[in-house]
């Protein structure tokens, strides 16, 4: 019996050993579209950099990309203010930094300094900035501190998931991190070598460190085609975010590889141009300010052709400023504009346009005939963009597909306002609708179609006015969701975007990945980056996948 | 040989007579979508089957050949002229005039002319017709491609003005233009030859890159360049074969050329 | 003032003449100034305009090149404004990946088109002629994004890419010159009288194709280097080319300046060291 026991716990020891020594030295390996352009997780901007803050950084609560639920993370609780405008973290203690200096609440001050300092012009920082006045941050004890606002901020404790805590003291500076990983190389424009954070505060339930995986290789691969080549090879381990067509690849190859985790909260869509001092003939102006106009248009465009081909049926039709992936802030009682090319020729009769040979004239003579302007290289946009082309010919329209660089679409879209109508994509990161403030006040420059307005130039826009500063004013979610549900009925009456699709999810994941669950928020993939783990790797059995 | 000459001009003959006529030949007008067949296989409605978009490839391969096989040996031609024109008088004068042109020629080469594409492609009203766009595209290469060549030229005139039959020639009475026109430019055809020859596939394959950047050819007119780019998620195509048709054209019309030009580069 | 001094003050003028027309050509092309995080609609109105005014500097090209000769006497080509790093850091991370790059495509390429031109000149064959003028009209007319998908499928080193692109032009340029040299008279006399194929190559047909052979050298240079641009780019190679990339589509003057002067400093030097080889060899021969 004795010897059956040691032989039984002997088994069980190598069985874990064996399990361990899987783990030791494991690297996970995933590619980068473009070299991170700051390490400083106040200014981090673009996609490259918030990934490594991401991985690298430490927060104070983590919205759970899965559950979409907000979890404790340095911070055990927190507790705001019933006027909204103070909240208080008790901090956890013991913790360090990967440097092994201590974490504390002075740090979160720092932080909190840093990220409101105006001259900064962090873009996170920006998020918290509700009004005009200072920020405060009393440091009420070593683990615990307070932040007090100006004014109220509605969704606030989910806006600290974007505030990776920096060391106030560390001779590292922002390279001293809290988060699972911690930047150990970096080769300019090739690669980066992110190893575990040693002190790493995190354990699993076996009480095992956190994270599982030892280190992370980033190759900085600005090639789709070839990023999909070496997923097929098992060269790397996951593509984050994968385009319809290489989806189908993969799928083609296995399908097991292939993960769509439904709608997402991106959406494609396009507007006209209505900035009254835009270099555009009076005509083409009178026509983009005409609702009729923009709904016939809407109409006119078969938004299920557009997710069926344009994106190999991985999107839908899409609603509204928000996709129904959103489930608490979409406005179910919406739907899609229909296709109806007889519907948008009558609101086009009702303006004034008549269908004369094949040609759809406005009151005056003139033939309808614009340009849409996109950024070139983005297949599925210039896909939809021919599509539409098609569908406007249908009522007699002349499209004129346009496609630009990038920086030379956007001084056309932001200075010059040289253009017709645009075609372009938005990346949805954040659930709440003060992420879009600055879209729908009109006195803001990302008001796209007549951004900077001193007074509103609509009864509609003012109307949006009141309610986005209703929403972003009050703490009760119920009457937030009402402002912003009639937001988004007035959006869908008016159409001054004339949203399209709501893209799909999608992402490429090996098998020999364990504890993967790809969602629809970003970062789709390696959202719980330090429960993933990887078994031994057979490469030739990823590239067959059989 | 010569059989294989008759037989490279009698298919640029064909090739070029049927895309002349491709109004008549086309089984479908190039942008129309057939949005129930994206991405099909050959069939009897669609002999090479249809792109992304449902649109026939057979059609596209026709139009988007009379685009590619007028604009870019015109082009071509431009670069060409230039180059002989600028390379051939330096190398014939000779002196300081021959090192301030080769000077400007280098920096002519250096100079990112990217940014001048995008420039005239800003200046062009946005509702301007494709056609217009791609016509403009390929003579701005052209305007722009004969740095490389010049150089080359202008050392072979150079070496050339001090052989012996252009001494005859002068000896003979001949000078200036007429010595340029009637001896020097013919001896230069070899090069001028090459230099056409390259260019035509590169301009087509810059005009494909240019796409990039939204200054080749505008949806829905095709060109080989915008053919070409289908070829680029590779994985994907080569299971779909087919694809390969406007390549392999492409391929066997620039071999053509060469079949055509060969007995030309002979000098006199 | 001696010949190599003349030169080198030549080479001077027109590498920084060669970074003004740059700047120029930048500034004046649409999108300076704008920067892709204006569409970041976190961004306040403060925020906005500061980075709006991040390229102020550059705004007046005059007092943007001055300043910045003034600074280069000291060693400092400014900073990038895309990637936020100084200019010297990045070209000196970077520019060994290109001439690694270039010089293996330079190599390759020169190695396979004079090769095979000598082999189809020499050989007089028109199916050696045929073949070989149809490799070189393939590799011309594949896609440089084939390729590098090709290679990268087939686990090729990419940096022969390079090679591939510059084969087909030294090929077509080089068979057309020596068949041109080989029906020199002089030749087709010292066939007649018997002389043997390797003489007659080194000693009646190469000669006379020199110069040309040179200046071809010298354009092969900087082709090769324009050809690193897109190949780097699509390959992912951290060289300069790419980074010229990431610079254009950025509206990065500051660095875009240095590379220019860069491109037209290997430019001038090829090109005139092809030029000094062949008035030397010239003068040699006189």
């Known amino acids: 019996m004795k010897k059956r026991f040691a032989f039984l716990v002997v088994m069980i020891a190598a069985v874990l050993t064996a399990n361990v020594a899987a783990q030791t030295n494991s690297e996970l390996r995933f590619c980068l579209h473009s070299e991170p352009k700051t390490f400083n997780p106040l200014l981090v901007e673009d996609d490259s950099s918030e990934t490594i803050r991401y991985l690298t950084g430490g927060v104070l609560v983590r919205q759970n990309r899965l559950t979409q639920e907000l979890e404790p993370e340095l911070a055990v609780s927190w507790k705001v203010t019933d006027d909204g405008k103070t909240i208080s973290f008790q901090l956890r203690k013991d913790i360090h930094f990967s440097d092994g200096t201590l974490f504390s609440a002075a740090d979160v001050a720092y932080t909190m300094q840093q990220l409101m300092d105006p001259n900064l012009h962090s873009p996170t920082g920006d998020s918290f900035r509700s009004s005009e006045g200072k920020v405060q941050t009393r440091v009420l004890a070593k683990d615990r501190v307070a932040i007090t606002f100006p004014a109220p901020i509605s969704g606030l404790r989910q806006l600290f998931d974007q505030v990776a805590i920096m060391s106030a003291v560390s001779p590292q500076k922002e390279m001293a991190v809290l988060g699972p990983y911690y930047v150990a190389e970096n080769k300019a424009g090739s690669y980066l070598l992110l190893k575990r954070n040693p002190y790493y505060w995190k354990h699993d339930s076996t009480g095992h460190a956190l994270p599982y995986i030892d280190s992370i290789h980033i190759d900085i691969q600005q090639n789709r085609d070839m990023e999909l080549l070496r997923f097929v090879r098992g060269e790397i381990d996951f593509v984050n975010t994968v385009d319809a067509e290489h989806f189908d690849r993969v799928m083609a190859d296995n399908s097991a590889l292939a993960h769509d985790a439904g709608v997402s909260m991106d959406s494609e869509e396009m507007w006209f141009n209505q900035v009254p001092s835009s270099p555009l003939p009076d005509y083409k102006k009178a026509w983009f300010i005409s609702t009729n106009f923009r709904r016939a248009i809407s109409e006119a465009i078969n938004r299920e052709d557009l997710a069926r081909i344009a994106f190999r049926t991985r999107a839908r039709p899409a609603v509204g400023p928000v996709s129904p992936a959103n489930k608490f802030w979409f406005n179910s009682k919406l739907q899609a504009h229909p296709f109806d090319q007889k519907s948008a020729l009558q609101r086009l009769a009702q303006d004034g346009f008549r269908l004369q040979n094949g040609i759809l004239r406005d009151r005056d003579g003139h033939a309808v005939e614009f340009s849409i302007i996109t950024n070139a290289g983005n297949k599925s946009r210039e896909s939809m963009a021919t599509m539409i082309q098609q569908d406007l010919s249908g009522i007699g329209i002349k499209l004129n597909v346009v496609t630009l660089d990038f920086p030379s679409l956007i001084e056309r879209m932001t200075r010059t306002f040289d253009y017709e109508a645009c075609l372009l994509g938005l990346v949805n990161d954040d659930l709440d609708p003060n992420s879009q403030m600055n879209v729908w006040l009109s006195s803001s420059e990302n008001h796209q179609w007549n951004p900077s307005q001193k007074t509103p130039a609509t009864a509609w826009e003012a109307e949006v006015d009141k309610l986005m500063r209703a929403q972003a004013s009050t703490l009760d979610q119920r009457k937030r969701k009402e402002y912003f549900d009639k937001v988004q009925e007035i959006a869908w009456e008016q159409e001054p975007f004339i949203y399209l699709v709501n893209k799909n999810a999608l992402s490429a994941v090996s098998p020999h990945l364990l504890n993967a669950h790809p969602v629809v928020l970003r970062p789709q993939v390696y959202w719980n980056i330090d429960q993933l783990a990887l078994t031994s790797t057979n490469k030739s059995e990823v590239a067959t996948g059989r | ?268 | 003032m001696s010949r190599l001094a003349k030169l080198a003050a030549k080479m001077l003028i027109a590498v920084l003449l060669g970074g003004f027309l740059g700047a120029t050509l930048v500034r004046l092309a649409p999108g300076f100034g704008v920067d892709e995080e204006e569409l970041d609609t976190r961004l306040n109105g403060q925020s906005m305009q500061a980075l709006r005014e991040q390229q102020a500097p550059e705004r007046n090209l005059f007092v943007f090149y001055f300043r910045y000769l003034n600074r280069l006497m000291h060693g400092d080509l400014g900073i990038s404004r895309t990637l936020q790093r100084p200019v010297s850091q990045l070209v000196a991370e970077r520019l060994p990946e290109t001439l690694k790059s270039v010089g293996l495509g330079l190599a390759l390429g020169w190695a396979l088109g004079l090769s095979l031109a000598i082999v189809v000149v020499m050989s007089r064959a028109w199916y050696f002629d045929l073949l070989a003028s149809s490799l070189a009209g393939l590799l011309l007319c594949l896609p440089a994004a084939v390729l590098a998908l090709l290679f990268v499928t087939a686990q090729a080193p990419v940096r022969l890419i390079l090679g591939l692109i510059v084969f087909p032009k030294v090929f077509r340029y080089s068979r057309n010159l020596l068949t041109r040299s080989s029906s020199l008279p002089h030749v087709l006399t010292a066939r007649a009288k018997g002389v043997g194929n390797m003489r007659l190559l080194f000693w009646h047909i190469l000669p006379t194709a020199v110069p040309q052979l040179l200046a071809l050298a010298g354009v092969s240079v900087s082709l090769a280097f324009a050809a690193a641009i897109p190949m780097e780019a699509l390959c992912d190679l951290p060289g300069v080319g790419q980074l010229a990339w990431k610079a254009a589509m950025g509206r990065d003057v500051p660095l875009l300046v240095n590379l220019t002067m860069i491109v037209t400093l290997v430019t001038l030097l090829a090109n005139s060291t092809s030029e000094l080889m062949g008035q030397t060899l010239r003068t040699d021969r006189a």
């Open chain 2, 1 to 268: 040989m010569k059989w294989a000459r008759m037989f490279a001009i009698a298919f640029l003959l064909t090739v070029s007579t049927v895309c002349l006529l491709a109004n008549f030949v086309a089984p479908a007008p190039y942008a129309r979508q057939f949005r129930d067949v994206p991405d099909a296989a050959p069939s009897h409605q669609h002999l090479l089957g249809t792109d992304e978009l449902g649109r026939d490839r057979f059609s596209r391969v026709l139009y988007g050949t009379r685009v590619s096989l007028l604009l870019a040996p015109a082009a071509a031609l431009l670069s060409s002229l230039l180059a002989v024109l600028i390379g051939g008088i330096a190398g014939f004068a000779g002196s300081w005039l021959e090192r301030l042109v080769m000077a400007g020629t280098d920096l002519f080469l250096s100079l990112p002319w990217l940014f001048l594409l995008i420039t005239v492609r800003a200046l062009l009203p946005l509702n301007v017709s494709p056609i217009t766009s791609v016509v403009i595209t390929f003579a701005l290469l052209g305007l722009l491609g004969w740095a490389g060549a010049a150089r080359v030229i202008c050392a072979d005139a150079g070496a050339l003005s001090k052989s012996d039959f252009m001494l005859l020639a002068r000896a003979s009475g001949s000078s200036g233009w007429r010595l340029v026109w009637r001896h020097l430019v013919p001896n230069l055809k070899p090069i001028l030859y090459a230099q056409f020859w390259i260019s035509v596939p590169v301009f087509i394959l810059t005009e494909a890159n240019l796409g990039i950047l939204g200054l080749g050819v505008a949806e829905p007119l095709p060109s080989w360049g915008s053919l070409l780019r289908e070829l680029e998620s590779f994985p994907s195509v080569s299971a779909q074969p087919w694809r390969f048709v406007p390549l392999v054209l492409f391929i066997v019309v620039v071999s053509t050329f060469h079949l055509v030009l060969t007995k030309e580069e002979l000098p006199v």
